[in-house]
């Protein structure tokens, strides 16, 4: 079988910021996944249909300003913390409270519409299915989780399959 056709992505860095322009950031490391969420809180947050989750290391996020912090109850019993920034309220990233064993590994959730070239990128899968706005057409043959999947593997794996980013 021939192998599936990757779509290329930019090479890093990848840059993008607030709306004001404020805050910016940089990602030097390859991310993990990028999926479409489409539940009520990414809904009021965004105060739009659905957000844009790009999963990257914590490690090779390079912010340039001070964003400020908001935090809520998650429904697993953590915490989530947000950032935003503190001129424009555009959020930027999360961070959920569970800090892993080695801090390498610690995940930030970039709220992909940052991104400088944002147009470039398709998620790989959409979860909350069952609250997304009426309006909101989900592509056939991707993965779709009705609420909150078990866990992400498979939406980290269609990411590698269906993009390349060059080194
Ligand atoms: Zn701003
Ligand atoms: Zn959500």
Redesign the pocket.
Same mark, same amino acid.
């Given at each position: 079988m021939p192998a599936e056709e990757k779509t290329e992505l930019p090479i890093l860095p990848w840059r993008g910021g607030c709306q004001c322009g404020a805050l910016r950031y940089e990602i030097t490391g390859k991310p993990l996944t990028l999926y479409a969420?489409h +539940?009520t809180? +990414?809904q009021h947050q965004s105060a739009s249909a659905y957000?844009l989750s790009l999963w990257v290391r914590e490690a090779t996020v390079h912010l340039a300003g001070k964003p400020a912090q908001w935090t809520r109850d998650t429904d697993s019993g953590h915490l989530m913390h947000c950032f935003f920034c503190p001129d424009c309220g555009s959020r930027l990233y999360h961070k959920g409270s569970e800090e892993p064993a080695d801090p390498r590994q610690a995940i930030l959730s970039i709220k992909a519409g940052s991104l400088d070239h944002a147009r470039l990128l398709t998620p790989v899968g959409h979860i909350?299915t069952r609250s997304k706005a009426a309006g909101t057409l989900i592509p056939e043959g991707k993965p779709t989780f009705e609420a909150e999947p078990e866990n992400y593997n498979g939406l980290v794996a269609a990411f590698a399959r269906a993009y390349e980013i060059p080194d």
């Open positions: 969420c +539940c809180e +990414c957000g909350w």
